[in-house]
């Protein structure tokens, strides 16, 4: 019974969103050196590394959001 109340779903959830968010973020850099390096990036590449960056910017709002909940139901149970 104690390991059950000891789990956290929403701090999994949090690490699972943070680990999507870095995998993203390395795909990106990648696709970002590459164009800068080869030139041969067109219009459509640079459209779908900006959708990519705008999805990464609200994931990372997303993130920040769940790291203020969870500080805050963590607060709320220790009370």
Not at 25 to 38: R, S
Not at 63 to 71: F, Q, T, V, W
Request: proline residues 0%; contains cysteine; aromatic residues 8%.
């Amino acid at each position: 019974m104690k390991l059950t109340k000891s789990f956290n779903g929403g701090l999994w959830a949090f690490r699972l969103v943070f680990a999507v968010v870095v995998a993203e973020l390395l795909i990106v850099a990648g696709a970002v050196v590459g164009c800068f390096e080869e030139n041969i990036c067109n219009d459509a590449d640079t459209q779908a590394i900006k959708e990519t960056m705008q999805g990464l910017a609200t994931k990372s709002f997303a993130l920040y959001a769940a790291e203020k909940g969870i500080k805050s139901n963590s607060k709320k149970e220790e009370d």
